[in-house]
């Protein structure tokens, strides 16, 4: 682990003998030239932190915990300004909030939360069998628009996607996500009905995809107006009709920008891909040792590359047999290998939550994960090996990943 | 002046780290100190109760002169001793957890 006490390199792209990483000469591409450094966004149970270091990904600077004593269910940077940032900050006692920061972290100003449904609440199912009414409590994703500076939208529970077009200052729901006519069917998992996914289409501004938990995916693609559920494919053995249009309890979606048109999913059970915006699913499970998770990634370079950490079951939430593994599958599922250098490979029972695995932008491709034990491992050679960055913070429910210039 | 305590992850947020003292015209209330709280530091609007309906927080609750006001009605006067400055009006977060 490299402490908080290490100089920060944040803006500098330079390599060098002196900083003792290699004997060898070193090369530099012309995209560590460009890109320079990464910023690790973490979000825990108790306060938010923030991870630096220069394109080697070795000597990281520790800054936190912000927020302290706040659950941050996610932070983000927007590609547009890459030093505006937002966080989610709840807690059980004062309820939401939204900060953003506009110098990279370094200061932060709540900006607005409040989340009000458009028009009549409505009501879903609830555990019962009964309708309830839907009722705002936290906001569990946010995603800044890949070309607005101002443009964010969050993902919330109880079920629902805001728009915001004036920096988070204020919120408007797209209402008709939830005005969709299975909305009254949809019900919550154990974790609550979050939507917790916001996939945006780079190729085309009026597509987005999301995910709620229990229901599934939906899309649009008149930027928010009307929505479909596209979860054809997906077999759930925990509702009545297994293959049911909504009802699945997809955990997690993950694209990569050059093939928009691919979607991988990491569902409850089941890792799936869909070859045509979400069209039609199918399994790629494959040789998983388990195919329950959360989070599922695409490499940054290779899109055929993916990244999933199986967890035991639904009841058993931690790596089987206690071993910590990574798998990455080089064809787009069904072959998967295990990742395992450097990461616990005895008596390890901690989660890795769904927003907690992200990749960043330099070559080689680097990777990070967050779990329910405070660890944050990071590997800067696509996954081949790890090394923890901190591990003793609190929970981590989110991880996000900047790459500076 | 009305006296108000704010929980310290309260004060942290409205980065006032002290108690706030309102003036307020009129009946002093729940509501009215609430206002006059979230006219003063906009940054506590729903932290406290409700932005639309005006609920209290479950886990806030508001105490006075050694009384538990949390059910009180929002509209009903506060203690004197509170209108007139000698007792604070206390605005906590609710033991909650293990």
Not at chain 1, 46 to 64: H, N
Not at chain 2, 17 to 44: H, K, N, S
Request: glycine fraction near 10%; include cysteine.
């Amino acid at each position: 682990m490299i402490g908080p006490k290490e100089k920060s390199h944040e803006r500098t792209s330079q390599r060098s003998r002196s900083r003792g990483q290699s004997t060898k000469p070193v090369i530099q591409t012309e995209r560590e030239r460009v890109m320079s450094g990464v910023r690790v966004l973490v979000g825990t149970r108790k306060g938010a932190f923030i991870l630096t270091s220069d394109a080697q990904r070795a000597k990281w600077k520790v800054s936190g915990p912000h927020f302290a004593g706040w659950e941050i269910y996610h932070l983000k940077g927007s590609q547009v300004d890459p030093n505006r940032l937002y966080a989610s900050q709840c807690s059980g006692w004062f309820g939401q909030l939204i900060q953003r920061s506009d110098d990279g972290g370094k200061t932060w100003e709540p900006v607005g939360n409040e989340f009000t449904y458009e028009g009549a609440t409505g009501t879903h199912l609830w555990y019962d069998g009964t309708q309830h009414p839907w009722e705002f409590k936290r906001v569990w994703h946010l995603e800044p628009s890949l070309t607005e500076r101002d443009t964010v939208y969050a993902g919330v529970e109880d079920a629902a996607l805001f728009k915001s077009i004036d920096g988070g200052k204020s919120w408007q729901e797209l209402a008709g996500l939830r005005g969709h006519s299975s909305g009254p069917w949809w019900q919550p998992g154990a974790g609550g009905m979050c939507l917790h996914t916001i996939v945006l289409d780079p190729s085309n501004p009026g597509r987005m995809f999301i995910a709620i938990s229990a229901a599934g995916v939906f899309r649009t693609d008149d930027a928010g107006q009307t929505w479909r559920p596209i979860n054809r494919g997906l077999v759930s053995e925990q509702i009545p009709d297994p293959k049911a249009e909504v009802g699945h309890c997809v955990h997690r979606i993950a694209m990569h920008p050059s093939r928009p048109n691919v979607l991988f999913m990491q569902k409850h059970w089941d890792v799936m891909r869909s070859d045509d915006s979400g069209e039609n699913w199918h399994e790629v499970s494959g040789n998983l040792p388990t195919d329950f998770g959360f989070p599922i990634d695409v490499h940054t370079h290779e899109p055929e590359t993916i990244y999933v950490i199986p967890i035991k079951s639904d009841s058993e939430h931690y790596p089987p047999e206690g071993k910590l593994r990574v798998y990455r599958s080089r064809t787009g599922g069904n072959e998967w290998e295990a990742l395992t250098k450097g990461l616990p490979q005895e008596y390890c029972y901690v989660n890795v939550l769904r927003d907690a695995l992200c990749v960043d932008a330099l070559d080689p491709c680097g990777l990070y994960f967050g779990t329910t034990g405070g660890q944050v491992y990071g590997s800067a050679d696509a996954g081949d090996s790890w090394s923890p960055i901190v591990r003793d913070l609190p929970a981590v429910l989110s991880v996000e990943v900047q790459t500076l210039s | 002046m009305i006296r108000v305590v704010l929980p310290a992850h309260l004060r942290t947020l409205a980065r006032f780290d002290d108690d706030v003292e309102l003036q307020i015209e009129g009946p002093v209330t729940q509501r009215t100190v609430l206002d006059a709280i979230e006219a003063r530091f906009p940054m506590l609007r729903g932290t406290i109760r409700d932005h639309v309906t005006k609920k209290r927080r479950a886990f806030v609750r508001f105490y006075a002169c050694e009384e538990d006001l949390s059910n009180e009605s929002p509209d009903a006067p506060l203690p004197d001793a509170v209108a007139a400055g000698v007792e604070p009006f206390l605005v906590i977060g609710a033991m909650a957890g293990g």
